[in-house]
């Protein structure tokens, strides 16, 4: 089997992470080619046992946010990482991924009937993961209504529209009488301001290093 096909140890893994979190560009290539597919695949796991619903651009789109989640504020989620924990640099990309999708889908979804569904499989998601994921995720079972609700009401009009309505960006756009860009600018700005107002609710602080 050739060298391309063999799974990193995990000192190998570390020492990775250790030099994509010194700054060094050639790790953080190399960073990104080897976690790519990984991240593929987490998010695809997430839609497919949710059966939600997506297209090639929503996808990408997920893909997308699970990146800007691991660059934010320093690599603020790489650096959490503890391997005294005893779990993998992998492990710790794939459950940021999870939990990145899955909070996706609850803005998406937050006014369905089934909301409540999704925050019970969380925990099955992360358990193998994290032991004590479990009594973390019952705690933030209702953290999404809670973020939507501190949302004005035009921001939380635009967030059903793009996330349970599903309306494309140029319809958006018509209808608000704005450019499509101008429709992706403020999606990114509304997500960016429900993330905050999630890390200032004071949710599980290990859930909260990993979302």
Known sequence: MSSKHTRPDRAEEQELLARVLDGDKKAWTLFCSRYENLIVGCVLRVLRRYNASYTSADLADLVSEVWVVLLKDDRRK??????????????????????????????????????????????????????????????????????????????QRFVVSCYRDERAPAELAEELGVTVNTVYSRKFKVRQKLVRIVENMGIGAAYAAAA
Not at 81 to 110: F, H, K
């Open 78 to 155: 790489l650096r959490l990482y503890e391997p005294t924990r005893g779990y993998r640099v992998s492990s710790w990309i794939g459950l940021i991924a999870t939990n990145c999708t899955i909070d996706q889908l609850r803005m998406r979804q937050a006014e369905h009937s089934y909301l409540d569904d999704i925050s019970g499989a969380d925990r099955f998601l992360v358990t193998s993961e994290r032991p004590d994921a479990r009594l973390e995720m019952e705690e933030t079972a209702d953290l999404a209504r809670q973020a939507l609700a501190q949302l004005t009401e035009d921001e």
